[in-house]
Every structure is written in C-alpha cells, then in structure tokens.
C-alpha cells in the first residue's frame, strides 16, 4: 500500500495530539502510577483500531445515516467526561509514599467505552476509510490500517502516561499534585466541552 507511511503520519498525530482520553490517562498514571495505566491504555487504543476495522466492514455508513445516534453518542461522552473531570478536581492530593491503587473513575471498561461513545474517534475512522483504503482488498486493507492505528496509539498514549508520572515527580508535594490535577481536570472538561459549543 503506498498510502501506508502517509497513514502513519496520520495515525501518530490523531494519537499524539491532546484529547480526553490522553488527558485521562496523563492524569490517571500522575496519581496511579504507570503499571496501573498500561491496562487502560491497552484498552483504549484496541477499542480505537477496533472502531476503524468496524468503520471499514460497514458500521460508519449507518452511523453517517442517523444524527440523532451521533447526538446521542456526543452528549453520553460529554457528561460522562464531565463527571470524570469532577472527580479527578475534587480528588484528595495522592500519597507520595503509597503504592498505587486501582482508579474507581477510569478503569480499561470505561477507556473503552469512552471511545465507544466518543464521535470524534467515530469520525476520524470514518475519514481513515474515507482517505486510505483504496481499490483491491478492503478487508485486508481495513485490517491492516487497524492494527498500524493500534501500533502507533500504544506508544503515543503511553507516552502522556509517562508525562504524567514525570510530572508526578515534578510536583513532590501533595498539594502540587492536586493542583495539577486540578488543571488537567478542567482542561478535559474543556476538551470535552468545545466541541459541543462549536
């Protein structure tokens, strides 16, 4: 496929660039750690490859057909971002000498339903089948566009997960913890919310 490096180039800055999953997962590792994150970032990102293979064997048609499901979708993202972003602004400042415990908020379930129900991951998929699967063998090109999506996100998302450990080292105390904490919360709240203002 000669449209396979322009696919990387693409699928690296859909993964790399800020959303609210990476904003998730960078706040989720700074409180818990990364061997707790890596669950969630496997999570998500297979939920993300397996959104194009679906877009690619049919799904994105129908959903290109009913508004109303991708209102549906946008709304149940938003307010579930939302009571998402409350938690991490109100959460108490993490121990700096306690080991690291599951997350109530985020667990790899809901990383994966958040890009379930997520229309901008919908959307991009639909434009990677739009833009680069070409004559020949759909399916087998879908397929592979899926699993270079899922090889390129690992590292990318694992990359905010070390930024957000990083920065839990930066922040030593446990009130500059929850002041981070508190600005990665409103900056997924707006990330959430710009969308639906425009």
Avoid: H, Y
Wanted: proline content about 8%; hydrophobic content about 60%.
């Amino acid at each position: 496929m000669e449209s396979t490096l322009p696919f990387l180039l693409f699928a690296f800055v859909a993964a790399i660039t800020p959303g609210p999953t990476n904003i998730l997962v960078l706040s989720f590792c700074s409180r818990r750690g990364l061997s707790a994150t890596v669950p969630v970032i496997i999570s998500a990102c297979i939920a993300a490859a397996a959104i194009v293979l679906a877009v690619g064997l049919g799904v994105g048609e129908t959903l290109l057909r009913f508004p109303l499901v991708q209102q549906i979708m946008a709304w149940t993202a938003v307010l579930w971002l939302t009571w998402l972003a409350w938690q991490i602004f109100q959460s108490p400042p993490p121990s700096l000498d306690a080991p690291a415990l599951p997350d109530k908020g985020l667990t790899p379930l809901s990383a994966a339903f958040l890009q379930v129900v997520n229309p901008k991951v919908w959307m991009m998929a639909v434009a990677v089948v739009s833009v680069f699967v070409g004559e020949g063998d759909k399916r087998m090109q879908v397929m592979l566009l899926s699993l270079i999506f899922l090889l390129t996100s690992l590292p990318c998302m694992t990359l905010w997960a070390l930024l957000g450990q990083g920065s839990a080292r930066v922040f030593r105390s446990p009130q500059g913890l929850k002041r981070m904490n508190q600005i990665l919360a409103l900056m997924l709240l707006a990330s959430a919310w710009m969308p639906m203002m425009i």
